[in-house]
């Protein structure tokens, strides 16, 4: 159960900035135009990456040569180091989001929601690399628990993000709230480092 709520809230650290992808799910709910498709398609897209990942470095954990765990564990801590990096300088730009109501169709909503997830480069590396290295090591229950509750993460996310979109862009523009989110996320980022250095330094 520990691995299952480790996935949850390190997918939950990953996946809680404001991107492209975030604001077109808030943009989507306050217009409610396809608010479910939408957040449908983001936590699943998300459930396939982040076990692509775990997989990847699964089934290949057998040309892991200490050297090649030792260069993967360096580029991981480096992840995470830049990571903390870029919450600690970052300063909130202004949130522009379109609330006007024009009218998208179906198919155009479903594409343009494809492509701010699979065009996404951060996507793949907060998915695939970082989840997928991060868990490498992990016994295969402890993988699948893991993956599991980051997949949970992003289904809960999408979908508070989609249908509390109201709500929540309300408060999206207050510096305070963000520089609180970002510590709490620099923290617990700060301990992930801290485990893989360890791992670095066995």
Sequence with gaps: MSFLVLG?????????????????VIEQGLKKQFVFIVCLICAISDFLLIF???FLFHYFDSFFTPLIELILNILLLLFLLNFIWGKIK?????????QSNIRTSFFKT??????????NPHVYSDTVFFL???SKNFLVLQKYLFGIGAAISSLIFFFA?????????????SDKIWKIINLIIIL???CLALYVLTNILK
């Design 8 to 24: 949850f809230f390190t997918g939950l650290s990953l996946i809680f900035a404001i991107g492209a992808q975030n604001i077109f």
């Design 52 to 54: 692509l990942g775990i």
């Design 90 to 98: 970052e300063n909130k730009k202004e949130i522009k989001i379109d």
């Design 110 to 119: 479903i594409y343009k929601t494809l492509a701010f997830t699979y065009l």
């Design 132 to 134: 997928g290295n991060f």
């Design 161 to 173: 993000l989609g249908y509390l979109s109201k709500y929540l862009s309300n408060y999206l523009k």
């Design 188 to 190: 617990f980022m700060f």
